[in-house]
T-cell receptor, first 115, second 115 residues
Framework: AQKITQTQPGMFVQEKEAVTLDCTYD???????LFWYKQPSSGEMIFLIY??????QNATEGRYSLNFQKARKSANLVISASQLGDSAMYFC????????????FGTGTSLTVIP | DSGVTQTPKHLITATGQRVTLRCSPR?????VYWYQQSLDQGLQFLIQ???????AKGNILERFSAQQFPDLHSELNLSSLELGDSALYFC??????????????FGPGTRLTVL
């Protein structure tokens, strides 16, 4: 089974609107970390936000927030007030102690912000 | 700027050749991870080193090898190159104190083109 599933290969959003990028994960470990990365067309991978499995509140970093639903094993990224510079690939990732704290990445979602 | 450096940024070579990619982790990070990102296979984990020792192995071909030196920089050696090895190769570093909160920070990548 895939550790991380991103079911949206491509998404479009109007500038200034909010958008949610889906991510579901699979683990039997009670302790794990969830991460989102952004990869613009220039290629670099940029760390955006982190959520720990024991965190009581959803993580937020500026316009990024993580909608963490533990029972559903989902960790969706919400980008508010989209900007043209948000157009990029977005990857969800997880690390869990069970597998030696390895990182598992999803296949990514391509987001295009429309002016 | 993540603090992780990779050289060279671009590399063009011929089939059958050997190349070396270099990575310097962020100050204080003990772990170095290597990833291959190709168009059809997404982000593939190759290998991890922690403080000079190999810690985990992913989908790394026998033609590929890596090492981490006492100053913690790492090199990925790719030999007998094939057309299919053309990809973006990332190095990432992490503190890796065994905590799930330890984030991976990526370098800018080396784009390898095999002709």
């Amino acid at each position: 089974a895939q550790k991380i599933t991103q079911t949206q290969p491509g998404m479009f959003v109007q500038e200034k609107e909010a958008v949610t990028l889906d991510c579901t994960y699979d683990t039997s470990d009670p302790s794990y970390g969830l991460f989102w990365y952004k990869q613009p067309s220039s290629g670099e991978m940029i760390f955006l936000i982190y959520q720990g499995s024991y965190d009581q509140q959803n993580a937020t970093e500026g316009r990024y927030s993580l909608n963490f639903q533990k029972a559903r094993k989902s960790a969706n990224l919400v980008i508010s007030a989209s900007q043209l510079g948000d157009s990029a690939m977005y990857f969800c990732a997880m690390r869990e102690p069970n597998t030696g704290n390895q990182f598992y990445f999803g296949t990514g979602t391509s987001l295009t912000v429309i002016p | 700027d993540s603090g992780v450096t990779q050289t060279p940024k671009h590399l063009i070579t011929a089939t059958g050749q050997r190349v070396t990619l270099r990575c310097s982790p962020r100050s204080g990070d003990l772990s170095v991870y290597w990833y291959q990102q190709s168009l059809d296979q997404g982000l593939q984990f190759l290998i991890q080193y922690y403080n000079g020792e190999e810690r985990a192995k992913g989908n790394i071909l026998e033609r590929f090898s890596a090492q981490q030196f006492p100053d913690l920089h790492s090199e990925l050696n790719l030999s007998s190159l094939e057309l299919g090895d053309s990809a973006l190769y990332f190095c990432a570093s992490s503190v890796d104190g065994g905590r799930i909160t330890d984030t991976q920070y990526f370098g800018p990548g080396t784009r390898l083109t095999v002709l």
